[in-house]
């Protein structure tokens, strides 16, 4: 991780980003569409909408590279949840057999969503766009972290995770930033448990 | 219309007043009705809240005064009132000492005075999120004013971006709500000034106080209940800041900005630690109410005799 | 004398947006004197005086105090002190504050102040109201503070703007004497505008009718009175008002009015229509005769030591006259005027005074 955290410090040094970066929220998550850039690191599920809505983009997929070679990779995903107590148990039961028999997989994969049955990926790919393919290669790769938290360790604005890639990119104390996105992780670790 | 004329007898005239006590209720009823359900009834209902674990979902569990405790030892919490503080008193001063000249200013009736007051007051009509708004793209690196306008007078090297320091984006947000408020802070000022008869300000020049002199010892001391007014709606506004942070630097860089508001909201809708927030906001409620007494008791008029 | 200084106004000149409102006075005021300007509203006095103070800048012309061309100095060193008619106290000061503001602006030493104070106070009995806030509940004593504190300031001239107008009428009466006290005692020049012409007369040594940005007379209360020196003058001292009738110079030096012929002591310069003055307290009620101007009673009023009687002539023209003896007057009835023919003042139709 330090590794890959001083390779894109040198980037910044380079003046290879734009200094817009550093404020960069989001708002511009798919950046790729408007045709102005030429790389981005960004989720799987992104090959799909790209495939339905943008067939005059021509883009290549591959694994986000290594430091020392090989390629990385995170797996997440969307949740179905079912609420306690509902009456309707077996219909939700219903969907979700439907959801992954290879019927839902397909129709899934055909509107742009990834195939989640590595066990028959091919049979739910097969006609479609190659370049899913690359996303089905990377959960051989791909890391999960797991926690109840996510939302509030990774994915807000102002989690412990987006004010390090910040700190640790832009910042002038990489150790810092390390041990700060440390210490507010364990803590809201710790005040979550009631 | 008409008026019955009847005879007033003691008894009827006794039942007549108290009608009209019922009267006067009634008239005030639908804002009592108002205040009630918008106000009472939800800061209640916040505070029953506060002494709950209150997920978004399942069932809230009663905890006592553990999320008031949990707050001593809360640094993010800590560190969200040192920055509020902090930008209280820096905007603060900034409207007031930006406000007093502009009022001083378009008080004095010149040539277009009436074009300046509307300029100055113009800003103050446009919300504060779309007045962030257009800031942020104002501030934006490549496709806003700033930077580009810098750049091209020459005065930095390469377009900078002011809202990736802290200083820079600090600055940006203080310059916008300046911008913003001070019109209005100046309206409030000038209604003061304009309250102060002239014939004061003819008697000090008489008596030989200078510009300065007279400001010192007319206009503030005469403008203490005007003051106390623009003060405490000014800070009021700048403890309760969420807004401009939310829009403008998403509480960056790197978590600088993050007012007490916003970890407010942050705890409720983005943690949702719903009995927390509620616990803040409580906290927050009350130190609202003790500045605000504090300020009148500090800027208070003596009754004059 | 302490103090006292005399003031010159030079060609004194007032536009406002390039519209003129006082039109080149020339006014000298000797040392000690105490002048009242006096005018219908409008008239521009309270403008000169403002401008004595220094408060409105002098479009043209020159202002003296005591030898000394004050025209573009700070109203603080005329060495002038005002009385504003809303009194103008410092209304977060006490009454001691408002007293000593002034020589805490110079940086007089406290003990000064302290001293400069309460003679003030002394002169104008006020002493217990010193250390009150301001705003004492009573006009008049309010009236009081707002003049201790323009003695405190040790004046060469002292400027009053209409001091008087928002007290009533019996105080008005009480504080009108207070001020002549005050003169007296002090012996500082003393402007004081007014439209009363009660305080005019019996405070003035010098009165000065304006009217319209200029002056028409400058006299001695005796002077505007007995001596006007025109009908606006004659018509505005005086209460009632005198009786400006219609009549015609006669080649024999009479002049005719409403059929009626008379005798003043001046005569017209020449034949053709005059304006002849008389006032209401000069008329005689009396008998017929051949010298005498017959009227019909309209109405009276009664005021006691007085009485007005309002009537008209045979031509229609109205009189006013004043009557203390005799029988009540009933409406209707015929009525001889008579008038002394050295008060009968003759005026052209332009206005102007003829002698």
Known sequence: MRAAVDAYRTMVEKDLVPESAATDNGVNFLSFTNGKIGQQSIGAFSIGSLVNDHPEINFGVTLIPGIEGGASSFAGGDNIVVTAGTPKLSAVQEFIEFAYSPEGQKILAQNGSIPTRLDIADQTLEGLDPRLQVAVDAIDVAKTPYTLLFNDLINSANSPWATFTNAAIFGDDVDGAFATAQDDMQAIIDNAAP | MTIAAVAPVAGATR????????????????????????????????????????????????????????????????????????????????????????????????????????????????????????????????????????????????????????????????????????????????????????????????????????????????????????????????????????????GGPQNSMISVVYYIFNQSFVSFHLGYGAALSIVLLIALVALSVAQLWLLRVEDER | MANATGMALRQVRKSFGGHEVIHGIDLDIEAGEFVVFVGPSGCGKSTLLRMIAGLEEVTDGEIEIGGRDVTNLDPSVRGIAMVFQSYALYPHMSVRDNLGFGLKMAHSSKGDIERQVEAAARILKIEALLDRRARPALGGQRQRVAIGRAIVRKPEVFLFDEPLSNLDAELRVSMRIEIARLHRELGNTMVYVTHDQTEAMTLADKIVVLRDGRIEQVGSPREVYEDPANAFVAGFIGSPKMNFLNAVAMPDSTVTVAGARLAPATRARAVGPVTLGLRPEHLVLGPSGDDDLPASAEFTEYLGGTRFLYARLADGQSIVAEHRDGPDVVPGQMVHLRCPKERMRLFAGTGERLR
């Open chain 2, 15 to 250: 039942r007549r007043s108290k009608a009209h006590q019922w009267k006067g209720l009634l008239y005030i009823a639908p804002a009592m009705v108002l205040v009630l359900v918008f106000f009472v009834l939800p800061v209640l209902f916040t505070v029953w809240m506060s002494f709950h674990n209150w997920p978004l979902m399942g069932q809230p569990k009663w905890i006592g005064l553990r999320n008031y405790s949990r707050m001593l030892s809360d640094t993010r919490f800590l560190s969200a009132i040192g920055f509020t503080a902090f930008y209280t008193v820096i905007v603060t001063v900034a409207i007031f000492a930006l406000a007093f000249p502009l009022a001083l200013f378009v008080e004095r009736e010149r040539r277009g005075v009436g074009v300046y007051r509307s300029i100055f007051f113009l800003p103050v009509v446009v919300g504060l999120a779309t007045a962030s708004l257009l800031w942020t793209w104002l501030a934006n690196v490549d496709s806003g004013l700033f930077s580009p306008a810098l750049r091209a007078l020459g005065l930095t090297e390469h377009s900078i971006n002011l809202l990736a320091t802290f200083e820079g984006a600090f600055t940006t947000i203080v310059v916008m709500v300046v911008w913003k408020i001070v019109g209005f802070t100046m309206i409030l000022l000038l209604t003061g000034l304009q309250a102060i008869p002239s014939d004061l300000t003819e008697a000090a020049r008489i008596d030989g106080a200078g510009r300065w002199q007279r400001f010192r010892h007319l206009t503030l001391p005469l403008m203490r209940r005007t003051l106390a007014l623009a003060l405490i709606l000014s800070i009021t506004g700048s403890v309760l800041a969420f807004d401009q942070f939310y829009i403008m630097t998403s």
